[in-house]
């Protein structure tokens, strides 16, 4: 259990996906502002992200790679994000139409990130699961608190050509940057 | 020609991937700690871009409107996977180098959003002439990020085998090597892009105010 927690905890914060690997930041700058609505986009991607993840990982090691069929990970696995775009998408708990797809998608990019990297660095089954849950966690951490920053982004003394997603990516860099003081 | 240069500069200064939409923000900061590695994946990107435009536009026009994301992705992944063996085959190195980040373009909205939104509507010579316009707009600003990156972090520019020194190593740390750098580095860019696109639509606005004033 303890090298379970060991192995999961640095995908919270200092080795946060969205902030080391660079996994679905479309979601991060794109999402909504308003914190209730955030709120729910969070839990929702928190459990996106872990279900494809686990889902994805299982699929290949257990269905996949045992038939030989490795090269169709892709393949399957964008089949899997479809379905949870049909599944979600059209529930609208997540924004409105076309954009919710969007973030949808971004959240499945990720998704696909952190599957493929626990199959490179070959994890068991129960690794998996313990990594994806706290990669998903800081992921929707990461997401309320962003949305909550680029509120106050909005009305402070920005110069033009760097208002909307420039000064957010500075900001994230700046969050990357003092999280990486953790490792 | 004419038409070209206004094509490519319509899609560079309003629709620009890297510096305008953002769209593909995960292979573009993953895959631009150096020159040669910025280059493949903008090379990659610009050959899976085109042929899969191409694809959804020949497949896509007649499929119903519920399913037409999960075809277009379905391609994409296939085109994507075909891609990434081809890499494989062709340059080992660099392809261990970039590794999660050449298949996760399947999944990246740039791809989906250029097929649902234009290609699944048009002819495929339309869609193939959108796909490589995009694609070589990744890949000049992808080639400019990974310049300033490996420039500023290393203080030399390796270009396939042969490599540039301009200042010595110990005058910057090697912080734009490192994942927050790409933050900023990219925060930079962008913020030096809008202003030259400012100048621009300045300029243009300045033209027409002219030309009305002639009549």
Aim: include cysteine.
């Amino acid at each position: 259990m303890k090298e379970l927690l060991v192995l999961g905890l640095p995908a919270l914060l200092a080795q946060n996906m969205a902030m080391t690997h660079f996994f679905g930041l479309y979601p991060l700058f794109n999402g909504s502002r308003n914190t209730k609505e955030v709120g729910k986009l969070s839990l929702g991607s928190l459990g996106v992200v872990f279900l494809a993840t686990v889902l994805g990982y299982s699929l290949y090691h257990f269905v996949l790679f045992p038939l030989n069929l490795a090269y169709l990970h892709l393949l399957v696995f964008s089949w899997l994000a479809s379905s949870l775009l049909v599944l979600f998408g059209s529930s609208k708990s997540q924004g409105q139409g076309i954009r919710a797809y969007f973030l949808l998608l971004g959240t499945n990019t990720a998704a696909l990130g952190v599957a493929l990297l626990g199959i490179n660095r070959e994890y068991s089954f129960a690794q998996m699961l313990s990594y994806s849950f706290f990669a998903a966690l800081g992921y929707a951490l990461l997401l309320y608190i962003l949305a909550y920053l680029r509120e106050q982004l909005e009305e402070a003394p920005v110069p033009r050509g760097l208002r909307g997603i420039p000064v957010g990516l500075f900001v994230l860099g700046i969050m990357a940057m003092a999280l990486q003081g953790l490792v | 020609m004419k038409e070209l240069k206004e094509m490519m500069g319509r899609s560079f200064y309003d629709e620009s991937p890297v510096f305008v939409t953002f769209l593909a923000l995960c292979p573009l900061l993953g895959a631009s700690m150096s020159f040669n590695k910025a280059l493949g994946m903008g090379f990659f990107v610009l050959f899976v871009l085109s042929i899969s435009n191409v694809l959804i536009s020949l497949f896509c026009q007649k499929v119903p409107e519920a399913v037409k994301i999960p075809v277009s992705l379905s391609i994409i992944a296939m085109v994507v996977t075909l891609g990434d063996m081809a890499f494989e085959l062709l340059n080992p190195d660099m392809h261990f180098e970039l590794d999660p980040y050449i298949p996760l373009v399947a999944l990246s909205c740039l791809l989906l959003i250029r097929g649902k939104d234009f290609a699944s509507q048009s002819p495929p010579a339309a869609a193939f002439q959108d796909g490589v316009t995009l694609g070589v707009t990744f890949l000049v600003g992808i080639g400019a990020l990974g310049l300033v990156r490996e420039l500023l972090s290393t203080g030399t520019i390796v270009l396939l085998s042969s490599s540039f020194t301009f200042f010595p190593r110990e005058l910057f740390p090697e912080f734009f090597g490192t994942p927050p750098g790409a933050f900023v580095a990219l925060g930079l860019l962008a913020w030096g892009f809008s202003e030259l696109k400012n100048r621009r639509e300045e300029r243009i606005a300045a033209e027409k105010e002219a030309g009305e004033a002639k009549k």
